[in-house]
Nanobody, 126 residues
Framework: QVQLVESGGGLVQAGGSLRLSCAAS????????MGWFRQAPGKEREFVAA????????YYADSVKGRFAISRDTAKNTMYLQMNSLKPEDTAVYFC???????????????????WGQGTQVTVSS
């Protein structure tokens, strides 16, 4: 059973930066593709970024390309999301997710994702 714990959310002004972390435990870290999703009030949860268990290919939603960067540190069993040039529309609860079947599941069938964190709030003021 994999446990995921997010941290790093908070309140930031537009144009600012935040780095989210997702600490994983209970599984072999490299066995899981991992990703970030977000959910704003009144909206559905949406894909933000994904990274495979092994390899360097990364995937991003169009709305965050060029501003966000996903990475993972195998030695620390932790995934990160560096968020720069934040906009008010980035305000949401951010969730990390993991699945052993790869990034395709994260990107295309989120309802099938095996593991989710509890979420961390990101608020961007204008």
């Amino acid at each position: 059973q994999v446990q995921l714990v997010e941290s790093g959310g908070g309140l930031v002004q537009a144009g600012g930066s935040l780095r989210l972390s997702c600490a994983a435990s209970g599984g072999t870290f490299r066995s899981y593709a991992m990703g970030w999703f977000r959910q704003a009030p009144g909206k559905e949860r949406e894909f933000v970024a994904a990274i495979p268990g092994i390899g360097t290919m990364t995937y991003y939603a169009d709305s965050v390309k060029g501003r966000f960067a996903i990475s993972r540190d195998t030695a620390k069993n932790t995934m990160y999301l560096q968020m720069n040039s934040l906009k008010p529309e980035d305000t949401a609860v951010y969730f990390c997710a993991a699945d052993s079947r790869g990034t395709m599941v994260l990107r295309t069938t989120p309802h099938q994702i095996g593991y989710w964190g509890q979420g961390t709030q990101v608020t961007v003021s204008s």
